[in-house]
Structures are given as structure tokens and as C-alpha cells.
């Protein structure tokens, strides 16, 4: 399923491909300079592969999926290792899809540890469910041999892996693919979707017992409720505030703040809640655009102003002095600081009333994962 870029990028090349090469090659080098800039290789990460069965039978767990990823990013943002917060990088793997290339095990990935929230974002709702060939062992092996899961061994790295197949199908063997990321300090966590006893009897708790990761089953189809708080019309009030403190520059601004936008919509087009969420996370520290906001990229080590070229800037700072942009951003950073400070003051009342609120019904995906990856945590000495 291609973008509106995607689509806007093709048609330009069918119309000029010398000039659509360049500009490709241009925006390329752009975003390969950008996110050296921003990689901190020395902080902590909790780095979470999420492996989904998109066959027939899960549609409910890529809805829940959907649901529920800004509130898993939300209780992530509230971790510290030490005195620090780590960063957080998700990728993305589908499997069990007869639309996928049998020929490599029915699998795709759908993107690499990424912290481009909105990106993951979009990615995820991309997913449509078709056909059925779910093989386990194989997904694991892919994601383990493909992903940049790095040496730190202060980072918390863990693998979802949910399905409703027996874990031994294929020609991959689970057990030496799970073996093999527990060698490599991965936790692997299955997630049975269906009856407790049903996942143990197909091998998907000794999926996670071999790696020392948690097994869990959860109802996929169970419909993810909503409890609306007294707080929400004004955290999107305040969302809308915050999407214009966000100064895009360079080749993939627009496109970006498009994406933005775009994800905004996919959210509030879900459930008012699911964009309450969203606002939350963009609130956090987790939430980073530097690779295309002037705000977040000021504060990254080796910015510095006198690179930018008019070319790249927004129309409202062409042709200003470096002074004069400058202030610009000071401005709209404290504008920002301002509106995420009253977010996160909100959304701690909003918290406290759900919490008053639960039914103490919590057999989904969201606390699955919340569950297991505080108890792995722990063990590196990680605190909320």
C-alpha cells in the first residue's frame, strides 16, 4: 500500500526520471546525515520487535494492535535506567500472510528498529490479514538476523512474537531460534491468542520458557474499551496547539508533516481515546522529529544554524538572518515545552480517573507486553 508521497514520488519520476534520481539520491543523503545526528549509541534502548500474525483468523489482534500502541509507548516513556531515559525502538515484522513471498516463509518486515513514531505508526495501520501459513521459528530466525539489536548490554531487548498456530510449524526449528536470541541477551515472549492451555499444548509457552521470556494468552478479539474522562477535550484542544510548534525544514519537511497529520487522523479515526493516546506520546520524550523539525533538531549534538540553506527553509524563515531564526525557534520551542507540560499535567489526571474506573479486565495486548517487559526490566535494574 503506497503513501500519498510514495504515489507523488512516482509520478514525478514517470515525468522527468534524470531529475526525480536526483532528488531521490538528495533526500537519501539528507536523511542518512540526519539520523547519524541523532543516533545515541551509548544511551540505554529498550528495543521491542513486534512479530504479528496477519493471517485470517487475527484480525483482532492487529485492531488491538492499533489501539493500543500509544498507550504501550506512553507507559514506556515513564521508564528510567539509572538516572536515564532510554530510548525506545520498535520494529515490525508480519507473518502467516499468504499475500507474503512463500519462498521466504511468508514473512515481511515491515520496519527495522525505528524510533519514528509516526512512521511505526502508519506502518501498522497498513496491515490487512489474508491467508494462513504461520511459521514461527522462521520469523524469530528473520527478525534475529536482520535487526541491529547492537552490543549494549544495558539495553532491554525483547521480541513479541502473537499468533494462534502451533509454534512448531515450519522448517525452522523454534527451539534454535529462541536458543539463539537468548545467547544473543533476547527475551522472546509469546503471545497465544486464544485458550491458556490451548497455547501450551502447541508449544508456545516453551517458545518463551526457552529464552527465559514470559508466555501469555489473551483474547484477540476482545474489543478494546474505552473510558472517557473529563480531561480529553482538552488534551486534543492542546494537540492542535502543539502540531504548530513544528517548524519542518529540508527535503522530507512537508512530507513529514504530512505524515503527522496523516497519523493524527488514523488515530482519531479509531476512537477518541486512541487520539488522546497519541497526543500523550507526542508529549513525551519519546516523540522525536529531528530529522525534520527545526525544534527537536536544535538540540541534537552538531546542529548548527549556519548549515541550513534558504533552500531548505520554511517560507516563513527564507531570506532571515541567523539571528533572526534563531528566535524563531526559541520561541516555538518554549511554545512547545508550555503546551507538553499542560499535556502531561492533564493526562495524569486523566490517569488517575481511568484507573478509577477499571474493571480489572486486562486480558489484551497492552498489558501482556506492559507486564512482561516490567518484569524483564527489573532484572536490569529499569524503574518506572
Known sequence: MKTKFETLVI??????????????????????????????????AIKVALLLDTSNSMDGLIDQAKAQLWDIVNELSYAKCGDEQPNLNIALYEYGNDKLNGEEGFIRQVIPFSDDLDEISKQLFSLTTNGGNEYCGHVIQTSLNQLKWG????????????????????????????????????????????????GISSYWKDGADLSQGDYMAINHNHATTYVATPYDD?????????????????????????????????????????????????????????????????KEKGFKFSDLKNEELPSELKNKSTSEIKAYIAKKSKER????????????????????????????????????????AKQKKYTW
Not at 492542535?240 to 496523516?262: D, F
Request: one cysteine or more; hydrophobic letters at 30%.
Open 337 to 376: 515545552e508550555a503546551i507538553q507540560t499542560q499535556i502531561q499535567n492533564l493526562n495524569e489526571q486523566r490517569r488517575q480517573f481511568i484507573k478509577s474506573q477499571q474493571n480489572g479486565d486486562d486480558n489484551g495486548l497492552e498489558n501482556a507486553m506492559i507486564k512482561a517487559i516490567k518484569t524483564q
Open 151 to 198: 552490543n549494549n548490554e544495558d539495553d532491554l531487548k525483547l521480541i513479541f512474537i502473537a499468533g494462534n498456530e502451533p509454534f512448531s510449524q515450519g522448517k525452522i526449528s523454534y527451539q534454535d531460534a529462541v536458543k539463539q536470541a537468548h545467547k544473543n541477551g533476547i527475551s522472546v515472549n509469546t503471545i497465544f491468542c486464544g485458550d491458556y492451555n490451548q
Open 11 to 44: 509520478l514525478i519520476c514517470m515525468i522527468g526520471f534524470m531529475s526525480c534520481n536526483a532528488n531521490e539520491k538528495k533526500e537519501t543523503a539528507q536523511l542518512a546525515v540526519l539520523n547519524t545526528k541523532t543516533h545515541h549509541p551509548n544511551k540505554q
Open 234 to 298: 482538552n488534551i486534543l484542544k492542546l494537540n492542535q496547539k502543539l502540531n504548530k510548534t513544528y517548524v519542518a525544514y529540508g527535503n522530507i519537511g512537508r512530507s513529514k508533516m504530512a505524515l503527522q497529520a496523516e497519523q493524527d487522523d488514523n488515530a482519531q479515526g479509531y476512537s477518541e481515546e486512541n487520539a488522546v493516546s497519541r497526543t500523550v506520546s507526542k508529549s513525551s520524550h519519546l516523540y522525536k522529529n529531528a530529522s525534520w523539525d527545526l525544534v527537536d533538531a536544535e
